[in-house]
Protein backbone atom coordinates (compact mmCIF):
# COMPACT_ATOMS: atom_id res chain seq x y z
CA UNK A 1 0.00 0.00 0.00
CA UNK A 2 0.95 3.50 -0.83
CA UNK A 3 1.34 5.97 2.28
CA UNK A 4 -2.20 7.73 1.12
CA UNK A 5 -3.75 4.31 1.34
CA UNK A 6 -2.16 3.93 5.27
CA UNK A 7 -3.28 7.23 5.57
CA UNK A 8 -6.98 7.00 4.99
CA UNK A 9 -7.42 3.67 6.72
CA UNK A 10 -5.71 5.44 9.91
CA UNK A 11 -7.92 8.12 9.45
CA UNK A 12 -10.64 5.99 9.13
CA UNK A 13 -9.63 3.69 11.77
CA UNK A 14 -9.18 6.26 14.09
CA UNK A 15 -12.27 7.94 13.88
CA UNK A 16 -14.51 4.84 14.13
CA UNK A 17 -12.46 3.76 17.19
CA UNK A 18 -12.25 7.30 19.19
CA UNK A 19 -16.39 7.36 18.51
CA UNK A 20 -16.80 4.02 19.09
CA UNK A 21 -14.57 4.60 22.70
CA UNK A 22 -16.86 8.04 23.33
CA UNK A 23 -14.15 11.01 21.77
CA UNK A 24 -11.33 10.06 24.23
CA UNK A 25 -9.26 13.06 23.35
CA UNK A 26 -5.91 10.57 23.03
CA UNK A 27 -7.44 7.88 21.45
CA UNK A 28 -7.73 9.43 17.52
CA UNK A 29 -4.42 10.09 17.23
CA UNK A 30 -2.55 7.57 18.84
CA UNK A 31 -4.95 5.35 16.29
CA UNK A 32 -3.66 7.49 13.53
CA UNK A 33 0.34 7.32 14.82
CA UNK A 34 0.20 3.49 15.09
CA UNK A 35 -1.54 3.12 11.81
CA UNK A 36 1.35 4.26 10.22
CA UNK A 37 4.19 3.83 12.90
CA UNK A 38 5.21 0.35 11.27
CA UNK A 39 6.77 2.10 8.06
CA UNK A 40 8.97 4.79 9.99
CA UNK A 41 11.44 2.25 9.79
CA UNK A 42 11.83 3.19 5.81
CA UNK A 43 12.74 6.97 3.94
CA UNK A 44 8.66 7.96 3.73
CA UNK A 45 6.44 10.25 3.51
CA UNK A 46 5.17 9.40 6.36
CA UNK A 47 8.50 9.34 8.80
CA UNK A 48 9.20 12.37 7.33
CA UNK A 49 6.00 13.85 8.77
CA UNK A 50 5.98 11.71 12.29
CA UNK A 51 9.51 12.63 12.89
CA UNK A 52 8.73 16.47 12.27
CA UNK A 53 5.59 16.06 14.83
CA UNK A 54 7.69 13.95 17.39
CA UNK A 55 10.16 16.58 17.73
CA UNK A 56 7.04 19.22 18.00
CA UNK A 57 5.86 17.20 20.84
CA UNK A 58 9.42 16.45 22.45
CA UNK A 59 10.01 20.11 22.54
CA UNK A 60 6.69 20.96 23.87
CA UNK A 61 7.10 18.18 26.66
CA UNK A 62 10.50 19.83 27.30
CA UNK A 63 9.08 23.08 27.59
CA UNK A 64 6.30 21.98 30.40
CA UNK A 65 9.24 19.69 32.26
CA UNK A 66 7.74 16.29 31.39
CA UNK A 67 11.46 14.86 30.61
CA UNK A 68 10.39 11.22 31.05
CA UNK A 69 7.10 11.29 28.98
CA UNK A 70 9.61 13.28 26.48
CA UNK A 71 12.61 10.17 27.20
CA UNK A 72 9.64 7.60 26.58
CA UNK A 73 8.51 8.63 23.15
CA UNK A 74 11.83 9.43 21.97
CA UNK A 75 12.70 5.97 22.57
CA UNK A 76 9.49 4.61 20.83
CA UNK A 77 9.82 6.72 17.95
CA UNK A 78 13.50 5.64 17.47
CA UNK A 79 12.26 1.61 18.01
CA UNK A 80 11.23 1.14 14.27
CA UNK A 81 14.44 2.54 12.55
CA UNK A 82 16.48 -0.51 14.89
CA UNK A 83 15.17 -3.06 11.70
CA UNK A 84 15.02 -3.30 8.39
CA UNK A 85 11.41 -2.50 6.74
CA UNK A 86 8.34 -5.13 7.49
CA UNK A 87 10.81 -6.37 10.06
CA UNK A 88 8.99 -6.57 13.91
CA UNK A 89 7.12 -4.02 13.03
CA UNK A 90 5.15 -6.02 10.42
CA UNK A 91 4.87 -9.39 12.69
CA UNK A 92 1.81 -10.17 13.91
CA UNK A 93 2.49 -10.42 17.35
CA UNK A 94 4.08 -7.35 17.83
CA UNK A 95 0.88 -4.82 18.11
CA UNK A 96 -0.15 -6.95 20.89
CA UNK A 97 3.77 -7.66 22.60
CA UNK A 98 5.42 -4.25 22.23
CA UNK A 99 2.44 -2.40 24.25
CA UNK A 100 3.58 -4.99 27.17
CA UNK A 101 6.70 -4.62 26.98
CA UNK A 102 6.65 -0.82 26.28
CA UNK A 103 4.96 -0.47 29.52
CA UNK A 104 6.84 -2.53 31.73
CA UNK A 105 10.17 -0.72 30.75
CA UNK A 106 8.62 2.73 31.24
CA UNK A 107 6.93 1.80 34.68
CA UNK A 108 10.71 0.61 35.61
CA UNK A 109 12.10 3.59 34.08
CA UNK A 110 10.07 6.67 35.46
CA UNK A 111 8.23 4.99 38.09
CA UNK A 112 11.46 2.60 39.60
CA UNK A 113 9.18 -0.11 40.70
CA UNK A 114 9.56 -4.01 39.33
CA UNK A 115 7.13 -4.21 36.50
CA UNK A 116 6.31 -7.82 38.11
CA UNK A 117 4.87 -5.18 41.22
CA UNK A 118 2.45 -2.88 39.47
CA UNK A 119 -0.68 -3.55 39.69
CA UNK A 120 -1.70 -4.27 36.58
CA UNK A 121 -5.01 -3.99 36.51
CA UNK A 122 -4.85 -0.52 38.06
CA UNK A 123 -3.19 0.45 34.84
CA UNK A 124 -5.38 -1.15 32.31
CA UNK A 125 -8.63 0.28 33.47
CA UNK A 126 -6.41 4.11 33.38
CA UNK A 127 -5.41 3.00 30.01
CA UNK A 128 -7.36 0.47 28.05
CA UNK A 129 -8.87 2.69 25.54
CA UNK A 130 -5.21 4.41 24.61
CA UNK A 131 -4.42 0.42 24.67
CA UNK A 132 -7.50 0.11 22.24
CA UNK A 133 -6.24 2.80 19.76
CA UNK A 134 -2.48 1.62 19.83
CA UNK A 135 -3.68 -2.14 19.04
CA UNK A 136 -6.43 -0.91 16.43
CA UNK A 137 -4.51 1.46 14.52
CA UNK A 138 -1.21 -0.89 14.50
CA UNK A 139 -3.37 -4.23 13.14
CA UNK A 140 -5.18 -1.28 10.82
CA UNK A 141 -1.49 -0.80 8.94
CA UNK A 142 -0.50 -4.60 9.01
CA UNK A 143 -4.17 -5.85 7.33
Request: proline share 6%; aromatic share 16%; net charge neutral.
Amino acid sequence: MKFKDHLAAGITAATVTAVALRWEPMVFPVTLFFSLFPDLDTASIPQRWCYRAITLILMALAYHGMYQEAVALAVVAMLPLLDHHRGWTHQVWAPLLFPAAAFAVYSFVVFHTNPLDIQWESQFNQNWKLLTGLIVGWYTHLF
